[in-house]
T-cell receptor
Framework: DVKVTQSSRYLVKRTGEKVFLECVQD?????MFWYRQDPGLGLRLIYF???????EKGDIPEGYSVSREKKERFSLILESASTNQTSMYLC???????????FGPGTRLTVL | SQQGEEDPQALSIQEGENATMNCSYK?????LQWYRQNSGRGLVHLIL?????REKHSGRLRVTLDTSKKSSSLLITASRAADTASYFC?????????FGQGTRLTINP
């Protein structure tokens, strides 16, 4: 099975800080995704990537950027964290011919 | 934009009973997937049903798909306490999955 890991389970940051959320997958999957999950809003796609150095905006990219320098790693960057970015962040990976997405355990980010 | 919408938003039943959750979607699909999320964790893929299939089984799970009504249902038979979780349907659109808001299922011992 694909294993998707995220760098932190819980993270507390202050407003204005630059925040990096790291995601690593170990099965050479082409596609990687970042979602945020909030009560009553479900999962919302922030950014996704088809391949190394490629990125596409999802439904809510504002305030975020991403980096994919290596196939196995997809980083989500909050350039200047704000309190409304307090959320659960979920990373996922999917192979090119597969529809099933494999999720990481999530990072619960609190911005004070 | 979210395509899949689950119903009900929350469901509480006794252990041993069957649980049924419904999902409606808006546009044509190639397949529909169901995922489970335990509290505070990532999502786990449960089952995929293709647009040309009407029913699919996996253990205690039974999924139906009605493309004419743009709806799907997930049935969990003989529920267990460990089935307590949130369940999401997801449809594939433009290389990405679109998730509904989920049904929160609670199994009471």
């Amino acid at each position: 099975d694909v294993k998707v890991t995220q760098s932190s389970r819980y993270l507390v940051k202050r407003t204005g800080e630059k925040v990096f959320l790291e995601c690593v997958q170990d099965m050479d999957h082409e596609n990687m995704f970042w979602y945020r999950q909030d009560p009553g809003l479900g999962l919302r796609l922030i950014y996704f990537s088809y391949d190394v150095k490629m990125k596409e905006k999802g439904d809510i990219p504002e305030g975020y950027s991403v980096s994919r320098e290596k196939k196995e790693r997809f980083s989500l960057i909050l350039e200047s964290a704000s309190t409304n970015q307090t959320s659960m962040y979920l990373c996922a990976a999917r192979g090119g011919l597969s529809n099933e997405q494999f999720f990481g355990p999530g990072t619960r980010l609190t911005v004070l | 934009s979210q395509q899949g919408e689950e119903d009900p938003q929350a469901l509480s039943i006794q252990e041993g009973e069957n649980a049924t959750m419904n999902c409606s979607y808006k546009t044509s699909i190639n397949n529909l997937q169901w995922y489970r999320q335990n509290s505070g964790r990532g999502l786990v893929h449960l089952i995929l049903i293709r647009s040309n299939e009407r029913e699919k089984h996996s253990g205690r799970l039974r999924v139906t798909l009605d493309t004419s009504k743009k709806s799907s249902s997930l049935l969990i038979t003989a529920s267990r306490a460990a089935d307590t979780a949130s369940y999401f349907c997801a449809t594939v659109g433009a290389q990405k999955l679109v998730f509904g808001q989920g049904t929160r299922l609670t199994i009471n011992p």
